[in-house]
Each structure stands twice: as structure tokens, then as C-alpha cells.
């Protein structure tokens, strides 16, 4: 994407303040944009190659260097030009970041003698080095830091002082506080690290300066000016509605902002909850007043997954049907030269870096609403520069239900996931009814705050029982029920004792064709949330 069409799309652009991130490939570098935002201040990501660019856009008021797998002095390492020094913007590098500013600089990086240092370790700071107050708020001895590094500082460059160091690393934070460069070989950004967030702030805010005003609930207005501008006098949008918290989110503001040019549209793939058409229909056709069309697609995709047990490839026929029904219903839409979706910082920053930039085990993201670039409509995506935390309180800014926007991540292929083996018509409706069961037991005792997916699963196992003197032989279910952060890890929680029973008791004796009920007690990884 050009930065023209960022800042069309809704990304902040020139003179805001914020802070420029440099991503050199780290794992870390979406929890360091978090951070920052979480200090207020509005952060963006950009790759070593699009930098300059970046920063003319952006003018922003600190820059940070991420870490990254490579060693400076290997050849395919990252290239970022120097040019970023000479800007008079206050830098932070972190870890690799560090390292580069200091070859930049005329320092000197070397593998570490003992072969790196990974994990927790403690630093101790050199006291009445750090005038700035980098390390403002971290105590002198015995501060837990989480280091992850091959290669170390063996020679800061001229200007340079120690602020800390570790055992095994001599140069743990160091800074020029002339030309305001700084550098830490620690990550700041992982919560392992006791006082990382305090030297973020002390960095950003102190240091820098950057203004502490960002706000997701706060910019509304900004938003909805952005998309009636890109939109013009005259343009309709067409926006795929999944009842998720991004498309609805996206929706309701697109709606404020050019009305009943905005045409919604549902496809019910039979794969949904229950009661989750009608919620939908209720909240935006009735409430809203939207324009929305509810394509009832089900007996397609049934049909289309007809003797279909391998999991990739029902997530590929789901994903298939569902750009075709939406083409199909987009095309009738004549007028609508905009598509409108609800695309997350995080899906941007990853397609940025699995198509130009340096992290290597990036996935490239798939949705079922992902649809493909030939439908030649240009993008409204006015949360693309927003993580999921800051589209739910602008979609609660924008008068959303909590049903909505503190919604449980439901995955686009939606219960065929979690119907395993054939999918077929009763399978889908025994599992449905035992969703509800674990949601409503749950919900109705306000246990869900601090879970992040609770659900059934059917399993293609039958087993014998005995209901009355009669003998049955029928399905069972798995009841699935962890916490997350950010589902790239998840664990198991375990529902209270009588919760556990009356779900149990209710599946057996509510939902026909289903007579045994088991717990799934796998972490991710090296399970997964879902079971296909
Ligand atoms: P796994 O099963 O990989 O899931 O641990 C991680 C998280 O992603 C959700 N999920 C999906 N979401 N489209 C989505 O929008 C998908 O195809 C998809 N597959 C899994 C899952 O519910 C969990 O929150």
C-alpha cells in the first residue's frame, strides 16, 4: 500500500508526533507499537526499506529499532539507511537496533563469548551515568530484564556511555544523550521485564516528547471524516457483515459516515451459531437502520462440503464459497465501487512483512472474508491502523453492545471447525445446541470475563451408553474452554465443579444424538484452540 493510500485509508500521517517503529524482523515488534499506544501515544510499523518514506509521512517524535534475527555483520542483514540518524529525532534501538546503531556509529558488535544470553537476567545500573533518566524508576541492583541476543556491544561508538549492564553483557543499555540516541540490549516490551514499560515511557514521553493524546475512543469523528472523504459525494460501499467485532465495528462507522450508501451484506453459511443470524439482523437492520441483505447460502455450502473430512481442505472450499456467494451479491450491487472491510493493524503489519519486510515466520493471514484483489473495487478499511483492543472501545465509543464488541473470537470457517470428520445437517445441529449450552452456562454466571474462547466441539467417535434401560450409541462432545493473550499461546481453564456437571447434564439430556461429554485440557502450543 502507498502511503497515499494509508493515510486515505485511515493511518495517521504527517506531523502527529508519534512514534516511528523499525522493524528489523523482530517477534516482538507488534507488543512494541502496543506498548507505545498503551502510553498514549500513537505508534506505527514500518519496514527498513520504506523507512524514509515513513518518516517524511509521519514526522514522527521518536524513533525506535527493533530487534531482529540477523547479526549486523551478516550479509543479508536488514539495510536501513543511515539517513534515519540525521533527522534530529531521538532513536532508541533495542537489541538488534542497539547493535546497529552502534555499527552505524563506528562501534564494534561481536558474538558473545559464552554463545548469547536468552531469557531472564538481572542488570545493574551504573549510577550518575543517565542524566536523561532513561532508567528513570529502575532500581540499581537486581532489576529482572528478558534478554534474547547472539551478538553483543563490544565498543560503543564515540559519545556513547554504559547506563547498565548484565553479567554476561557489559554494555546492557547505553545512550548518547548529546544526540538523544539510546539503546538497549533487553527487550523493554515483554512483560517478563520487570521495568520495561516505565523505560519505554521514560523514553517516548520524557525523552522525546511525544505527545500523550492518542486515544482509540477519541478519534470517531476522525474516522468517520476519512471515510466520507475517500467515499466522496456519491460513493457506495459494499461491506461483507460477519457479526465479528471488526466488520461490525467497521460497519457502524462506515454507516455513520455516508448512511444508506453503505450496503451490508451477510452470507449464512449454515456454519453459525445458534442465534447468531437473527442477532445480526436485529442489531444492524433494525437498530441501526442499515441497509443489509442476508444471503441464506447454507444449503450450498453443506452441499459443497459433502463427504469433506480432511480439514484444510474444508477451510479452503468454505473460504472458495464464500468469495463466490459475495462476488455474486457485489455484482448486483452495481454503483459500489468501494469494498468495505474491517481489516486490524496486526493483518497490515503482517502483510507488510511477509511481502517486503524482514520477519521470517510471519503467516500470511486468511479469512474467510478475505477477499481476493480481481473484484477490482478500491478498500475502506477504516480500523487498519487500530490492534483489537482499540477497535473494541471506538466500537463501544460508537454505542455497540458488549454482545458485540467484547465478542469471543469466532473463526471464519465457523463451526466446521469444530464439527469433525463429515459435516452434515444433524451434526451441525447437535453441536450447535450444545454451544449454546456451554455459552449460556458460562455467560449467565458472568464466568467469561477473563476467558478468551469457551465452545463445544463434536467428535466423530461414537460411544455405547444407557439413557432410561435404553442403550445408545451416539456422539460425544468436547467442551473447550481456555485463556489467552493474544491466541498465539492459550491454556486450559478449568470451569467450576457444578458448571462442569450441569453442562454435562444438559448436553446428554437436551441435545438429541449426543450421550458423553469430555473436557479438553490441552495448552497451545501444542494443541491449538481449534480442533482443525
Ligand atoms: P488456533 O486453532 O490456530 O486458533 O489456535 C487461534 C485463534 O484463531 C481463531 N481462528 C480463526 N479465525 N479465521 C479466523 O478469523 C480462521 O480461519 C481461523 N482459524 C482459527 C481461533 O478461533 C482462535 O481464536
Not at 471524516?225 to 457502524?252: I, M, P, W, Y
Not at 520477519?359 to 481476493?372: D, Q, Y
Not at 449454546?436 to 451408553?465: C, K, N, T
Not at 432410561?468 to 456422539?475: F, L, P, S, V
Request: charged share 25%; hydrophobic share 40%.
Amino acid at each position: 500500500m502507498s502511503e497515499a493510500a494509508a493515510a486515505a485509508s485511515g493511518e495517521r500521517s504527517a506531523g502527529h508526533g508519534g512514534v516511528l517503529i523499525v522493524d528489523f524482523g523482530a517477534q516482538y515488534c507488534q507488543l512494541i507499537a502496543r506498548r507505545v499506544r498503551e502510553l498514549g501515544v500513537y505508534s506505527r510499523i514500518t519496514v527498513p526499506a520504506r523507512a524514509a518514506a515513513a518518516l517524511d509521512d509521519m514526522q514522527p517524535g521518536a524513533i525506535i529499532l527493533s530487534g531482529g534475527p540477523c547479526s549486523v555483520y551478516e550479509q543479508d542483514a536488514p539495510e536501513l539507511s543511515a539517513d534515519v540518524l540525521r533527522r534530529g529525532v531521538p532513536v532508541l534501538g533495542i537489541c538488534y537496533g542497539l547493535q546497529w546503531l552502534t555499527q552505524q556509529l563506528g562501534g564494534a558488535v561481536e558474538p558473545g563469548t559464552s554463545g548469547g544470553e536468552y531469557g531472564r537476567t538481572e542488570i545493574e545500573v551504573e549510577s550518575g551515568a543517565d542524566p536523561a533518566g532513561l532508567l528513570r524508576d529502575v532500581p540499581s541492583r537486581g532489576s529482572v530484564v528478558w534478554m534474547s541476543h547472539g551478538d553483543r556491544v563490544e565498543r560503543l561508538p564515540e559519545g556513547f556511555v554504559v547506563l547498565a549492564s548484565s553479567a554476561p553483557c557489559p554494555v546492557a543499555v547505553a545512550a548518547d544523550p548529546a544526540r538523544k540516541f539510546y539503546g538497549l540490549q533487553f527487550h523493554p516490551e515483554v512483560s517478563h521485564t520487570q521495568h520495561g514499560f516505565e523505560v519505554l515511557r521514560n523514553f517516548v514521553v520524557d525523552i522525546a516528547g511525544c505527545p500523550t493524546t492518542w486515544q482509540p475512543g477519541s478519534i470517531v469523528d476522525d474516522k468517520i471524516a476519512r471515510v466520507r472523504a475517500q467515499a466522496g459525494d456519491e460513493g457506495e460501499v459494499v461491506l461483507g457483515l460477519s457479526g465479528g467485532v471488526d466488520s461490525s465495528v467497521a460497519a457502524v462507522l462506515v454507516h455513520r459516515a455516508i448512511g444508506e450508501r453503505l450496503h451490508c451484506i451477510f452470507v449464512d453459511n449454515g456454519l453459525l451459531r445458534a442465534g447468531e443470524r437473527e442477532a445480526v439482523e436485529r442489531l444492524f437492520a433494525v437498530d441501526h437502520h442499515m441497509d443489509l441483505k442476508v444471503v441464506d447460502a447454507s444449503a450450498r455450502f453443506l452441499e459443497e462440503l459433502q463427504g469433506v473430512t480432511d480439514p484444510e481442505r474444508k477451510r479452503k472450499i468454505i473460504g472458495r464459497v464464500f468469495v463466490e456467494v459475495f462476488r455474486e451479491e457485489a455484482q448486483g450491487l452495481r454503483n459500489a465501487r468501494f469494498l468495505g472491510q474491517g481489516t486490524l493493524y496486526p493483518d497490515v503489519i503482517e502483510s507488510v512483512a511477509a511481502h517486503g519486510g524482514a520477519t521470517a515466520t510471519i503467516k500470511s493471514h486468511h479469512n474467510v472474508g478475505g477477499l481476493p484483489e480481481d473484484l477490482d473495487m478500491d478498500l475502506v478499511e477504516p480500523l487498519r491502523d487500530l490492534f483489537k483492543d482499540e477497535v473494541r472501545a471506538l466500537g463501544r465509543e460508537l454505542g455497540l453492545p458488549g454482545s458485540v464488541v467484547d465478542r469471543q473470537p469466532f473463526p471464519g470457517p465457523g463451526l466446521a471447525v469444530r464439527c469433525l470428520g463429515e459435516i452434515t445437517a444433524e451434526k451441525l445441529r447437535a453441536l450447535r445446541e450444545a454451544d449454546a449450552i456451554v455459552r449460556h452456562e458460562i455467560e449467565s454466571r458472568d464466568l467469561h470475563q477473563d476467558l478468551w474462547q469457551y465452545f463445544a466441539v463434536l467428535l466423530p467417535v461414537q460411544s455405547v451408553g444407557v439413557m432410561g434401560d435404553r442403550r445408545t450409541y451416539e456422539n460425544a462432545a468436547a467442551v473447550r474452554v481456555v485463556s489467552s493473550q493474544d491466541a498465539m499461546t492459550a491454556d486450559w481453564e478449568l470451569l467450576p465443579v457444578d458448571v462442569l456437571r450441569r453442562i454435562s447434564n444438559r448436553i446428554i439430556n437436551e441435545v438429541a444424538g449426543l450421550n458423553r461429554v469430555v473436557l479438553d485440557i490441552s495448552s497451545k502450543p501444542p494443541a491449538t484452540i481449534e480442533w482443525e
